[in-house]
């Protein structure tokens, strides 16, 4: 972990601001989100950037049992799964 020599008082509502020059280095605008994350003794901000698990995507991301799913890749599986039912059927029939 690389310091930035950054020192910043938390205020009386536990509110820090980030320093413009790390903004911009991780384009953090006003208003983005920024996932909280602990590891040991730190707090990590991360830009909170959902994408797809599968493809990478951030395009209309949905949340599948907390995974980030893009539409195509959930259709794409919703049509498998569609098959497979319909498979299932079919050796219903057969037997
Ligand atoms: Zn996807």
Do not use: H, W
Request: hydrophobic share 30%.
């Amino acid at each position: 972990m690389k310091s930035t020599g950054i020192v910043r008082q938390v205020d009386e509502l536990g509110r820090v601001v980030i320093p413009v020059e790390l903004r911009r280095n991780f384009e953090i605008s006003d208003n983005n989100s920024l996932e909280i994350y602990v590891e040991d003794d730190k707090i990590i901000l991360k830009k909170y950037d959902p994408s797809c698990v599968f493809c990478n995507t951030a395009d209309n991301i949905q949340t599948y049992k907390n995974k980030n799913i893009c539409q195509s890749c959930l259709n794409e599986l919703s049509k498998k799964g569609n098959k497979k039912e319909q498979n299932t059927k079919n050796l219903e029939f057969i037997s």
